[in-house]
């Protein structure tokens, strides 16, 4: 009864259209009623009412959830998650930010975009799992341009699939991490309508000196370094439900 009790709370919230404010005050985002939000509270817990039931969906939460409690990230995060047309089809959004002054033009350089796209492919590729990235792009989701890299992961059945945004939100950067199975025709719009309703994105205040690329690259880097071992444990996952 408890349980139920909880998930009609939880649901509930999400059902009246409140707004989620992100980490560290950089915005907030509007998630549809399908949406089930786990902030703080909700990560510090093993298990929720709402987790999915589908064994792979539901390996894919927990070893993210799990995660981000180790690294003592669940002040930092907000994980938002929705199932697919099918029961294994998990899609994630991943909401956390960097305390980096970055314009949207240091960021799209092409020399900042390759270092991004190589430190995120040196750390989460192996044998097992090869990361690509099959393409970047600028993304034109907010009135501020972002980035926009997509990756898949190989060694799985279906393939898994990665997008990384990344927006400038004042004095800050915002990244958004969302995964999805290859097979999930609704993933990618039902993802880019959350990421639509963010309403942070905007260029640093004042004037910014340039940014080092090495910087630029290292600033991404750290971020994503942090979250390295929750990826292992979800490649871990991945490989046991293929």
Known sequence: MLRSVVAVVVLAGVCLGQGVVLPEAT?????????????????????????????????????????????????????????????????????????????????????????????????????????????TETSQTWAVPALLLHFEYGGTQPARRMDLHVVPAG?????????????????????????????????PDGRVSNLLIGGLAGAVAGILTALIRRNRQQRRAMTAGS
């Open 27 to 135: 915005g907030e985002i509007m998630p549809g009623s399908e949406w089930t939000v786990l902030r703080a509270a909700e990560l510090a817990q093993v298990e929720r009412a709402t987790d999915p039931e589908n064994e792979i969906a539901r390996a894919m939460l927990l070893t993210t959830v799990a995660e981000l409690r180790d690294q003592n990230r669940t002040e930092q995060n907000v994980l938002l998650h929705r199932l697919g047309k099918e029961a294994n089809q998990l899609q994630l959004v991943q909401c956390y930010s960097q305390d980096t002054r970055v314009t949207s033009e240091e960021l799209l350089g092409e020399s900042a975009v390759e270092k991004i796209r190589d430190n995120v492919i040196s750390e989460l590729s192996t044998l097992e799992l090869p990361l690509t990235c099959t393409g």
């Open 171 to 203: 004095n800050r950067l915002q990244y958004f991490e969302t995964h999805y199975l290859a097979g999930d025709l609704t993933a990618v719009q039902a993802t880019e309508d959350v990421l639509g309703t963010f309403n942070g994105a905007k260029e």
